[in-house]
């Protein structure tokens, strides 16, 4: 089976934006033990400026676009850094793949692209993804971007282009619910969505904090891209990474968006 997991900012991060090597490691545990097990693994991974704006000593992130670029180059080599120490812990190896727009919109770089992680996956490696933020700037300057523009959009166009069986979205909440639980802690958690009806457009909130530029929008944009490719999407609390062993085997964690793929987990 071929799973592709995002990992968000908020996860990777303290709320000081520091480094969270606790939950990078037990991510890096979950992973490594699912690839040992036979499973092709697939890790985006966002971070990059809110890691630089930390290993900068700067105060906050910054808001000039070249020094948010400046930062993302920093931060993409610290975080490699510790997902190499990390999984290596964990007898995995992993590669870099940074991604623009033009990547994945050209037919033979897409091609190309696609053999690259298909040869790195018949090999064992887990490849780590992120968008090439010190090149490409739609994200990180607006906040949106015609063919990426955010890493669960990303995640969910490298899962189409690989051929995924799964996407799995780890955020800093459960899932989707009725209301903005923070808001309206009686809003309850929706566990299946077999289509993004009008009402459940409606559902989706606006951005994520400074760490992160995501929100549910951008989620349930990625959950089309799934449906429509035919792979099921779970959003689900990156605090609790062992919870992929149930959703892998498709046990009800979180918010499991159906897109219809068959897969024998035999």
């Not at 968000?8 to 090597?21: D, E, P, Q, V, Y």
């Not at 809110?50 to 670029?69: D, I, M, W, Y």
């Not at 909440?173 to 077999?194: F, R, S």
Request: charged letters at 25%.
């Amino acid at each position: 089976m071929k799973t592709v997991v995002k990992v968000g900012t908020s996860t990777l991060t303290h709320s000081s934006g520091a480094i969270n090597f606790k939950s990078m490691d037990r991510l890096a545990r979950v992973l490594g033990d699912l690839r040992g097990r036979g499973e092709d693994i697939i890790l985006v991974s966002s971070g990059a400026i809110a890691v630089g704006t930390g290993k900068l000593g700067l105060k906050s992130r910054p808001t000039e676009l070249r020094f948010k670029q400046a930062a993302a180059a920093v931060g993409q080599c610290g975080i490699m850094h510790i997902y190499d120490k990390l999984f290596s812990e964990y007898g995995c190896t992993v590669a870099q793949i940074l991604l623009t727009g033009q990547d994945v919109k050209d037919e033979e770089r897409a091609g190309h692209l696609r053999q690259t992680f298909e040869a790195l996956l018949s090999m064992g490696v887990i490849p780590v993804v992120n968008e090439n933020d010190s090149v490409s700037s739609a994200e990180i300057e607006t906040g949106e971007s015609k063919i990426l523009g955010d890493n669960d959009t990303l995640s969910a166009i490298v899962a189409s282009l690989c051929g995924a069986d799964l996407l799995v979205l780890f955020s800093d909440i459960d899932g989707l619910y009725e209301a903005d639980p923070k808001l309206h802690p009686e809003a309850k958690l929706l566990h299946t969505v077999p289509a993004l009806t009008p009402e459940i457009l409606e559902m989706a909130g606006g951005a994520g904090g400074w760490r992160g530029t995501g929100g549910m929008v951008t989620k349930l944009n990625a959950a089309k891209i799934a449906m429509d490719s035919g792979f099921d999407m779970v959003i689900t609390n990156g605090s609790r990474p062992e919870s992929l062993y149930d959703i892998i085997d498709g046990k009800a964690v979180g918010t499991r968006f159906l897109g219809g793929k068959k897969y024998d987990r035999a």
